[in-house]
């Protein structure tokens, strides 16, 4: 059985740092785009961060470039979201997932993770 599972969340003022990890299991995920979506109550899914293990791709929207890192352990299945300088509109559910193609907006992954919490308190 094929699953993300992850952990990092919490809550975190603003300004604060969290690290969410995101462990595939059950297959290799080396070729794949792993990364994270986020949703807030009230607002539509978008992608935060995405990577390709074996490496040469990565993304970031907007809104994150310069805070958020992204990094990945193809060794151990496993991606990062370093996430620094957070702020309130930050705050939302986070969903790892992972594709052997793309990861984007509007496009459902092969692999969902159950998603994760994040807090940022102003």
């Known amino acids: 059985q094929v699953q993300l599972v992850e952990s990092g969340g919490g809550v975190v003022q603003t300004g604060g740092s969290l690290r969410l990890s995101c462990a595939g299991s059950?297959?290799?995920?080396?070729?794949?785009?792993m990364g994270w979506f986020r949703q807030a109550p009230g607002k539509e899914r978008e992608l935060v961060a995405a990577?390709?293990?074996?490496?040469?791709?990565?993304y970031y929207e907007d809104s994150v470039k310069g805070r958020f890192t992204i990094s990945g352990d193809t060794a151990k299945n496993t991606v990062y979201l370093q996430m620094n300088s957070l702020k309130p509109e930050d705050t939302a559910v986070y969903y790892c997932?992972?594709?052997?193609?793309?990861?984007?907006?509007?496009?459902?992954?092969?692999?969902w993770g159950q998603g994760t919490q994040v807090t940022v308190s102003s």
């Open positions: 997932a992972a594709d052997p193609a793309v990861l984007r907006v509007g496009r459902e992954p092969a692999y």
């Open positions: 059950g297959r290799t995920f080396s070729g794949y785009v």
């Open positions: 990577i390709r293990l074996s490496g040469l791709y990565t």
